[in-house]
């Protein structure tokens, strides 16, 4: 079965078959990101954390990004998928892959489309560490949000 | 009217619930249905300024009109990826 | 037997293995980068591309290399292969690894690296096309050169 | 003294050869010896401004003294990685 450029998976993640999936000869980039679980944040032994997804919005906000990706840098293709439920120390929550004929291109596109998947895609992570659990919050989500839009297109330094 | 809600991450905790059902009057917004919640469970309060909303898994505005059968998600601020979320 | 951090070779290129090899249980982010043969290049069709390299001093270059991204993103490891020999279309000539608690770090390392390795790795290729062959050429080599240095640094958009 | 020189990419195709053994009075400079080859090839000449010189497999300058048994090698411009490279 072909891999979906978009996904949100219990399975652990593989970046190989992402990068299968945004490759073709054309291109002469490929750009992945993989975000591990850390064993510690701010100042908290980790022990592990649990990812929870609003799963049909987080998969369509992850199609908006691959599309916003792909209209801004035409030339780069990009996949992502994040995991859920229980993840260990080390493991990939999320793996995006980004594919180009040009290196600058395959570069921004990858790191727009991580930015956007922290502000705009329905996942929430509870860390449990030594002593307790804790729900994590970063951004309140709106795709329509033109500021945190452009921010992620800055940082992406296209 | 019915409509269901969502509830996630520590919305959920907080309620003690992911899903109920509501009963609401045609033309309710999810703000009104919001504010509902918030009478049965004070703690939401907290995400007033911060809450997204989601009418049948697509985001929506807070003055959004809901519809019979329609599920209507409160989702608090989120954290995916795995770098440092500041809280 | 444990994989180099640096690396100049006739085999396939494993980005999995560099991956190992930068990646720590405390870094949040790991980016990687290939460089992967074009099946055109200037209007040509390019039937395969041949590397040369001067080995020992291109593996010094990559160290060194290795050794700048690690002085500028402190919290960042960055591993780098190169290929050499007859890569056909679509085969990875170069994969450039880097992990970091940080993904702005993760990104500007990898992207430095490959901006560095453009510039002062003694690596060469011919570009056999239907047609003929051609040596491509790009820059001087000139590790000493702070402009060009400075300019994988604005590149990488620390 | 005798020192060794290599030639890479287009030098060595120019050259016809990518080492070669070359008899040099001490206190040679890198730059003399290019100047060397270059009158036996003429070809050369294009580089005489883009090439890098490495002495004992370390990047040097044209003007850098070599010395007996050393090996001198004289690079075009370098096209590493993939995507293009323009001419």
Redesign the interface.
């Known amino acids: 079965m072909a891999t979906p450029l978009v996904a949100v998976t219990s399975e652990p993640l593989d970046a190989d078959a992402l990068v299968a999936c945004v490759g073709a000869q054309g291109d002469g980039a490929v750009v992945t990101f993989?975000?591990?679980?850390?064993d510690h944040?701010?100042g908290r032994q980790v022990r592990f954390l649990e990812?929870?997804?609003?799963e049909?919005?987080?998969v369509?906000a992850l199609q908006r990004i691959v599309d916003e990706a792909g209209e801004m840098w035409p030339s780069a293709r990009v996949a992502a998928h994040?995991r859920i439920g229980r993840l260990e120390i080390g493991e990939?929550?999320?793996v995006i892959a980004s594919a180009s004929a040009h290196r600058g291109d395959a570069f921004a596109a990858c790191r727009y489309a991580?930015e956007r998947?922290?502000?705009?895609?329905?996942?929430?992570?509870?860390e449990h560490f030594d002593g307790g659990d804790?729900?994590?919050?970063?951004?309140?989500?709106?795709?329509?949000d033109r500021a945190a839009r452009d921010k992620a297109y800055r940082i992406a330094c296209a | 009217m019915r409509v269901t809600v969502?509830l996630?991450?520590?919305l959920r905790?907080l309620a003690g619930t992911g899903e109920l059902i509501r009963e609401a009057p045609p033309g309710v917004t999810a703000h009104e249905i919001w504010n509902d919640l918030v009478l049965e469970w004070p703690g939401l309060r907290e995400y007033e300024k911060?809450?997204?909303v989601?009418v049948n898994?697509?985001?929506a505005r807070m003055n959004a009109r809901v519809s019979d059968g329609d599920e209507i998600?409160f989702?608090?601020?989120?954290?995916?990826?795995?770098?440092?979320?500041?809280?």
């Open positions: 993989a975000g591990l679980v850390r944040n701010q990812y929870e997804a609003y049909p919005l987080a369509r994040h990939a929550s999320i991580i998947v922290k502000q705009i895609v329905p996942i929430w992570k509870r804790v729900w994590l919050e970063g951004a309140t989500a709106d795709p329509e | 969502r996630f991450a520590r905790d911060t809450i997204s989601a898994a697509e985001y998600a989702m608090p601020p989120v954290s995916g990826g795995a770098d440092p979320t500041r809280k």
